[in-house]
């Protein structure tokens, strides 16, 4: 199995700028790409990013696009989620899954098997 632990959250102003950092551990290597997702209170777990292991290709939601970028260590086995030019609507628990395939698109929750415990988010205004 893996293990995924993010860590980086926090409280920041808008405007403001955030890197969460995923810890990957266990069998790492039977994961193929890597996801970031949130949830707000109240509203339904949404997409933000994903970022393949091998290549690095990365592939954004639209309300984050130009904010945010996601890259990956392989030799530290961790991925990151650098937030910049924050709004308040960024505020959500942010979590990050692995998954060894997906059907259709990285976009769609169900095609991770491993999932952290998620970071708390939080951007005033």
């Known amino acids: 199995q893996v293990q995924l632990v993010e860590s980086g959250g926090g409280l920041v102003q808008a405007g403001g700028s955030l890197r969460l950092s995923c810890a990957a551990s266990?069998?790492?290597?039977?994961?193929?790409?890597m996801g970031w997702f949130r949830q707000a209170p109240g509203k339904e777990r949404e997409f933000v990013g994903s970022?393949?292991?091998?290549?690095?290709?990365?592939y954004y939601a639209d309300s984050v696009k130009g904010r945010f970028t996601i890259s990956r260590d392989n030799a530290k086995e961790a991925v990151y989620l650098q937030m910049n030019s924050l709004k308040p609507e960024d505020t959500a628990v942010y979590y990050c899954?692995?998954?060894?395939?997906?059907?259709?698109?990285?976009?769609?929750?169900?095609?991770?098997?491993?999932w952290g415990q998620g970071t708390q988010v939080t951007v005033s205004s």
């Open positions: 266990g069998r790492t290597f039977t994961s193929r790409f």
């Open positions: 970022i393949s292991w091998s290549a690095g290709s990365t």
């Open positions: 899954a692995a998954g060894a395939r997906y059907y259709g698109s990285s976009y769609y929750s169900y095609n991770y098997d491993y």
